[in-house]
């Protein structure tokens, strides 16, 4: 789903961790395909919550999460280098966060594209 900041991707976590859930690695290998594919890429790795819990514990869960997903791909053979992370918690909603499934489409990492 493309959304005004880039690549809205939307991954599976624990509740309340930054852990990935197996369902999301098959689309994790795809986009560490797709950095392969295309090695000028430069990448920010946005991570989002809902607005469920405190500021500041949404904003280091975001962090976690992003962090978590640039692991993932450095372990993928991808560059560090190439991407940075970052948490923006509850700040940047795409949806409503007064309906679960609103919540839901909020708690999502982005890929943007930062040069070419």
Same mark, same amino acid.
């Given at each position: 789903?493309?959304?005004?900041?880039? %690549?809205?991707?939307?991954?599976?976590? $624990?509740? *309340?961790? /930054?852990?990935?859930?197996?369902?999301?690695? /098959?689309?994790? @290998?795809?986009? /560490?395909? /797709?950095?392969?594919?295309?090695? @000028?890429?430069?990448?920010?790795? =946005?991570?989002?919550? @809902?607005?469920?819990?405190?500021? #500041?514990?949404?904003?280091?869960?975001?962090?976690?999460? !992003?962090?978590?997903?640039? #692991? +993932?791909?450095? *372990?993928? *053979? %991808?560059?560090? !280098? $190439?991407?940075? !992370?970052?948490? +923006?918690? =509850? @700040?940047?909603?795409?949806?409503?966060?007064?309906?679960? =499934?609103?919540? !839901?489409?909020?708690?999502?990492?982005?890929?943007? %594209?930062?040069?070419?």
């Amino acid at each position: 789903k493309v959304c005004p900041s880039g %690549i809205n991707v939307l991954f599976f976590f $624990r509740f *309340g961790r /930054a852990e990935i859930k197996k369902e999301s690695w /098959a689309l994790l @290998d795809e986009v /560490a395909q /797709a950095l392969r594919e295309h090695p @000028d890429l430069m990448v920010d790795i =946005e991570g989002h919550t @809902d607005d469920v819990g405190n500021d #500041k514990s949404n904003m280091r869960l975001s962090q976690a999460r !992003a962090d978590a997903v640039k #692991k +993932y791909l450095v *372990g993928k *053979g %991808i560059s560090p !280098a $190439r991407m940075r !992370a970052i948490g +923006y918690g =509850e @700040d940047r909603p795409i949806d409503d966060n007064s309906t679960p =499934e609103g919540q !839901a489409v909020n708690r999502r990492v982005e890929f943007v %594209i930062t040069s070419r």
